[in-house]
């Protein structure tokens, strides 16, 4: 995605309970002279901020023009991840644009190659075997919380439903209240008009 050298930009990730995310960045800026993006962009930070559905801040921190965060989700829905640059440029001055290349990645711990290289003893089929322990837990987890948002919808919905039901047997109430009121104010008309 593209910002200005002075904006913040947020993405919402929806997250279930004790999940890590981790997050790659690269970050280039633009160049008026060759009119293309700078692979890198030198001396150019990221300020990266995560919120918690409470709006508790869980991570901020200065990285580099491209870097790696991660942080874990203890309470589940959503949560705000923000970058901003570090840029001192004044607003008038900063009329470039930088793009940002994100990776995120949700509910999993990613093999490290080259430790897995150290690991000459670990199996490789052990590896992969713990890498799907947690996937599979993971997959839980999502369940779990889908099935939680779930709940809270289904009692919504039946609230609403209950609510819906004392409100027409309310104005059903009221319609034959005002019916009789009608009928009896009629009568006791036609009987001082001596038509009955």
């Known amino acids: 995605f593209h910002i200005g050298e002075r904006e ?18 690269k970050v280039q ?29 869980l991570l901020s921190k200065l990285y580099g023009s491209q870097g790696t965060f991660s942080f874990t989700s203890y309470l589940s829905g959503e949560h705000i991840i923000c970058f901003q640059s570090n ?3 004044l607003l008038a001055i900063a009329g470039s644009k930088l793009r940002i290349h994100l990776d995120i990645r949700v509910g999993e711990h990613f ?11 670990v199996d490789e089929v052990n590896v ?33 439903n209950s609510n ?7 104005q059903t109430l009221i319609l034959i209240f005002v019916g009789i009121w009608q009928i009896k104010s009629l009568r006791d008309f036609f009987i001082a008009k001596k038509l009955v």
């Not at 930009?9 to 997050?23: F, R, Y």
């Not at 160049?31 to 559905?53: N, R």
């Not at 819906?164 to 309310?170: D, F």
Request: proline letters at 3%; hydrophobic letters at 35%.
């Open 111 to 121: 093999l490290d190659e080259s430790a897995v290289q150290a690991k000459e003893k």
């Open 8 to 25: 913040e930009k947020c993405i919402i990730e929806d997250l279930p309970s004790d999940t890590l995310v981790v997050g790659n960045y």
């Open 29 to 57: 800026r633009w160049d008026i002279h060759k009119h293309d993006f700078l692979e890198s962009a030198p001396g150019l930070g990221m300020f990266v901020t995560v919120s918690t559905p409470s709006g508790e801040v």
């Open 128 to 160: 992969r075997l713990e890498h799907l322990i947690e996937q599979i837990q993971h997959v839980s987890k999502e369940q779990d919380y889908e099935r939680e948002r779930e709940e809270k919808f289904r009692k919504t919905s039946e609230e609403t």
């Open 87 to 89: 840029s001192t440029r």
């Open 164 to 170: 819906i039901l004392w409100w027409a047997i309310v």
